[in-house]
């Protein structure tokens, strides 16, 4: 047995021991948001089948926990009955049908069933994965234009499946579109692409409806592959740097609720959001303070530039076309994840309504977080310093060639903090350019990152839906503006700044902006407390990285994702608004999610209250995120704003 080989077991062995399962097949819930138990997904299924109306060979395109109304979720003392009730969605995709149903597990009946006309749910893993490229493969349209390319082994083509989007003249039933790669010699043939061959396949008749071949383009040599043998030479390795826990983690587990420095808090695994944060809390002076009911990715788009015809349809919606929890890829113990890491399995269900374990889905671990507050008082060389402790709770999705890490970070200075980490391989589009100094023959939307290599511009777009409830349910937003204070006797030095503070008092002029100018913040406070200071005890939604949109207000894509027309948009609690752009975008014509909802302009002030933060990043890719993309990150901050009277880190101990 070699030393790798040896490695290898030990790491299988330890991989084992790491896992902790999160919904087991043999634990019961033990709490009403607890993810549906391997049992309760073959109890839904089971009486799925076994109702009259369930179609002949239905698929089931989502099985998971129906959440019971949050008033019962607050009320529930540790112990008490609960009810269980899952949410299904079920296709027919013969006949091109939709249903949604709930079944009451603990009665084994169908509570409620009902078609949703004219819908698509996310692209099915055996379409994806078996389905679509059988039935492309197998078209002789398809056959020619890869001979046409020189190609006549398929066995060497690797065809992705791309949700469809939205076709102009909208061929009937359930579409998804396909593009080639060559994969002989390299394992990222995301490097190869078969540029021009599009492929547009009914799902229902399992036929391809049309194939577009915009004409041969050279086929780019073989990309680098990103093991270490492929990439050859490793500079030389940095010295361990090992951080242990000689006394055991501070994480204190209890199923799914963890307690951590003062921060409580619930998570779950959800199929189409991944990682599901609920019920945070935070613990002062004997009291746990509510801060968040329900937090989550609810949607996600990347539009890409490039306008070739093969390239203008390109949209990926995540969250709502795939799913970003079901496409979460497992986590590796000390390289995902520090070594010491907690790890969390989860139970999906499958495309046919059986259960799975999902291994190593969410990760968990305390890092050290820096400086968390110092004085070095110079007069008497009095040093304070505190070192800060975070605790990151996170998973990766890995979306066909990106992959990206969601984490919530947890701050011991009340501060609540989302990182997305974007990685892996870009889209990458072959051309006959072997240099920049053939750019006229390309149009600008793209940059070449290898010979015959560009990757188009696009950008990443996401939604967190956030139901904060700061001590209590019922909310006030507000939004803060700072500028220069206006020339006057009150202002003799023009160095005053001033900040204003307005009431966003409906749904309808609560679609906001960010602004570097005024340094825009939006607060989230409860009007019917005070603290010693008098003031509203609050949260601050303080920006990071973000962008507007580059795609025109009337193109496709754009009236599909609106939620992109704004930063922040804030709407009454309804916990079946859970989508910013519906809950069917697979082929959706547009307008649905938050444009439909703040339509009705309802009031917001002292309600409870929903908050959408969309954050955006734009990518003008360069050669130096080939063949892998170095992590490249965005998030934003819910920080305390008058929630404590003083810092609340000041008793951490030296
Ligand atoms: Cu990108």
Known sequence: MTTRTLYALCRCVLLALLATPLGAASEDALHPLDPLTADEITIAADALRAYAAFPKDALFSTIVLHEPPKQEVLAFKPGAAFRRDAFAIVMDRTNNRVFEAIVDLKATQIASWKEVPGVQPQVFVVENDVLVPQIVKADPRWQEAMRKRGITDFDKVQVDTWAAGRLAGQPAGRLLRAVSYYKEGADNFYGRPIEGVVALVNMNTRTVVELFDSGAVPLPPPSQDLDERSIGDQRVAPQPLAITQPLGSSIELNGNEVHWQKWRFRFSMHPREGLVLHTVGYEDQGRVRSVLYRGSV?????????????????????????????????????????????????????????????????????????????????????????????????????????????????HQDGMLEVDCALTGIMQAKGVALRT?????????????????LVAPHHQHFFSFRLDLDIDGVNNTVTELNTRAAAPGPNNPYLNGMVTEETVLRSEGNAQRRVSTESARTWRIMNPALKNSLGQHPSFILV????????????????????????????????????????????????????????????????????????????HIPRPEEWPVMPVAHLGFKLVPGGFFTRNPALDVPR
């Open 543 to 618: 920006p990071g990285v973000n962008t507007v949109p580059y795609i025109a207000p009337e193109s496709q894509v754009r009236q599909r994702a609106r939620f992109v027309d704004y930063h922040l948009w804030v709407t009454r609690y309804n916990p079946s608004e859970r989508y910013a752009a519906g809950d069917y975008p697979n082929q959706s014509t547009g307008g649905d999610g938050l444009p439909r909802w703040v339509a009705r302009d309802q009031p917001i002030e002292n309600e409870d209250v929903v908050l959408w933060y969309t954050m955006g990043t734009t």
């Open 436 to 452: 920049e100094d053939d750019s006229e023959q390309h149009p600008h939307s793209s940059h070449l990152i290898a010979e015959n």
């Open 298 to 410: 609810s949607e996600m788009v990347v539009p890409y530039g490039d306008t070739d015809l093969n390239w203008r349809w390109r949209s990926a919606f995540d969250v709502g076309e795939y799913g970003v929890g079901r496409l979460a890829s497992p986590l590796e113990p000390g390289l995902d994840a520090p070594g010491y890491a907690t790890l969390f399995d989860a139970v999906l269900s499958d495309d046919f309504g059986k259960p799975y374990p999902f291994k190593r889905a969410i990760g968990l671990y305390e890092r050290d977080g820096g400086i968390l507050w110092k004085h070095f008082d110079a007069i008497g060389s009095q040093n304070q310093t505190r070192r800060a402790r975070e605790l990151v709770l996170f998973f990766i999705a890995t979306i066909g060639n990106y992959d990206y890490a969601i984490s919530w970070i947890f």
